[in-house]
């Protein structure tokens, strides 16, 4: 079984800036957020944890899975996304001439990243490396796979294995840390 959660809450997330890869850790609510989920999903099986290299992801694992017997492993490819200049920006709506709120509002037009951000495609590319070399592999093998990662770069494996298009990217998003059940092959298992 494949499961991913987004990371615990942090003071970027209260004050709605935009994180991407600036390494912001979780807050005191993020580690409460983190505890409560550790007993919430404490009979939910995992083998292996892959998580994001960045703070916020690697102490939401911790905290997850503190006690358990699950190896985290870290990949840089579980890193969010690049927002570029825009990374630090408090409330990009309130500009209305920001290209990076195209991303939130239209995804299938984000073609063209902002100044220094990641574009979809690139985002789409090195994720779904991470499925097609590391996930399904273990899923073959029976093993239960956590990932522990990002908004944005969570949703792009979750629109990846559902087959969920573009335009509804931000459809696939998850609250932080709840976890999300995906089943990849379903119809071989069946």
Known sequence: MLYIMRHGKTDWNAKYKLQGRTDV????????????????????????????????????????????????????????????????QENSFSMPDCPINTLFRHPELYTVPAEGAESLDDLYKRTGAFLEDTVYPALKKCLDVLIVGHGAMNCSIICQVNGIPRKDFWSAGIENCKLKELRPFEEQRG
């Open 25 to 88: 850790p979780i807050n005191d609510e993020g580690r409460e957020m983190a505890r409560r989920a550790h007993d919430e999903y404490e009979s939910v099986h995992f083998d292996v944890c892959y998580c994001s290299p960045l703070v916020r992801a690697r102490e939401t694992a911790e905290i997850l899975l503190a006690g358990r017997d699950v190896p985290i492993i870290t990949d840089y490819r579980l890193v969010e996304m690049c927002y570029g200049i825009y990374e630090g």
